[in-house]
């Protein structure tokens, strides 16, 4: 059985004022009644396929991926990071924890923070890439662009693999490449990575031990002297700390010889602004989506999103409006990219 491993320790600023510091967007309900990291938890409930799943994430976020979990009926085991080191850090804990549960498990690695719309196009993609994953390869999944995004790594595929046109060896990984050189991979058919990725513990962890082995062996002596406290497993903090910071992508997915990908037919999404939330909501006529508590009157290819109040818009046009108990965010759908900014200036004016 495939081990999965939420990723589920990053943050979300642009995704403010839902999205916060001490409670970020993979613990919100963005579309939909579920958090994308519920919703992640069951993605990967099928007992035919999948055993119980580990979740990495910071300490600050234990009782919300517990009790979270509880709330859809579901168990996973939760594991703590002390500090933020970012994903390589978390995938390296998830390759020594599931290689000390049975030496050479599949991991499947997911991020929670996506939405992904067709789990069974998901699971075929998943199964497609096992054997792959079993010869020794690290898995990735790949979709055909839309546009030249320079917020994600670009795949580009090589001949197929066993005859199968969706199954390909990997030429060239590519993280958040710049933009020229963004237009240039969609236009010879590279593919955007999904960000999951599919591998067995062992081959992860020969291959942090070959492009960062600083990480590997700061998050090893962490597992070794993690402690487990109310059913959590806590990383030693010490340990955890010595590792750099880094993303996986830029440490192992972008040097690793031993890559294939799988071209996924699942929608998805990894929502990281509200242009995107716009995008994957159910629209109304005039292309208005609402995600909680909204009216629109003469109004076009606009979003309110809004938890707790009744939140009204009127003869506007590819407008955001999200309001929550403390604050409200107005601003047009093209210029949502810069709520990050906006989140910089507040801390700095506290
Ligand atoms: N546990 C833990 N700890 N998880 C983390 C940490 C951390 O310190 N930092 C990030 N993550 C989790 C995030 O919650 C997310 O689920 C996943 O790791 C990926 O991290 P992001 O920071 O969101 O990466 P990205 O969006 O810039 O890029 C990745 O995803 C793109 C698709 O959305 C890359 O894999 C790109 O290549 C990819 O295209
Ligand atoms: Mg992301």
Redesign the pocket.
């Known amino acids: 059985k495939i081990i999965p491993v939420?990723?589920?320790?990053?943050?979300?600023s642009r995704l403010w004022p839902v999205s916060r510091d001490q409670l970020?967007k993979?613990f919100q309900p963005l579309v939909g009644n579920l958090s994308t990291y519920q919703q992640t938890l069951q993605r990967v409930n099928d007992e035919a396929l999948y055993g119980e799943p580990l979740v990495?994430?910071?300490e600050d976020f234990r009782f919300f991926a517990r009790r979270q979990a509880e709330e859809i009926d579901l168990t996973a085991t939760v594991v703590l990071?002390p500090a933020?080191?970012?994903?390589a850090?978390?995938m390296a804990a998830a390759a020594v924890l599931a290689e000390r549960r049975e030496p050479g498990s599949l991991v499947l690695a997911?991020?929670?923070?996506?939405v992904v719309l067709d789990n069974d196009k998901f699971s075929e993609a998943v199964k497609l890439g096992a054997s792959a994953a079993e010869q020794g390869n690290i898995v990735v999944f790949g979709l055909t662009p839309t546009e030249p995004r320079t917020?994600?790594?670009y795949i580009n595929p090589g001949p197929s693999i066993d005859g199968n046109e969706d199954l390909c060896v990997v030429e060239a990984f590519v993280?958040?490449p710049d933009e020229e050189t963004a237009i240039s991979y969609v236009e010879k058919g590279y593919l955007?990575?999904?960000?999951n990725f599919l591998f067995r513990s062992d081959v992860m962890i020969a291959e942090l031990k070959a492009y960062v082995p600083e990480i590997l062996e700061a998050v090893t002596r962490s597992v070794d002297e993690h402690e487990t406290d109310l059913g959590f497993v806590r990383l030693h903090k010490e340990s955890f700390e010595a590792s750099p910071k880094n993303?996986?992508?830029y440490a192992v997915?972008e040097n690793t010889k031993r890559m294939a990908v799988v071209r996924g037919h699942f929608r998805w999404s990894?929502i990281?602004s509200w242009d995107a939330i716009w995008e994957i909501a159910d629209k109304q006529e005039n292309g208005n989506a609402v995600e909680g508590q909204g009216i629109f009157i003469d109004s076009e290819g606009c979003l309110i999103h809004s938890s707790s109040i009744l939140t009204t818009v009127v003869g506007a046009k590819d407008l955001v409006v999200v309001a929550t108990k403390d604050a409200v965010l107005v601003t047009p759908k093209d210029r949502v990219q810069s709520v990050k900014g906006l989140v910089e200036a507040l801390k700095s004016s506290d």
Do not use: C, F, V
Not at 6 to 12: F, K, N, S, V, W
Not at 110 to 114: K, T
Not at 192 to 195: A, I
């Open positions: 939420l990723l589920a320790g990053g943050a979300g970020p993979q990495i994430t910071n990071e933020r080191r970012d994903s850090a978390a997911l991020a929670a923070d996506h917020s994600y790594g993280e958040k955007w990575n999904s960000g993303s996986i992508d997915i990894d990281g």
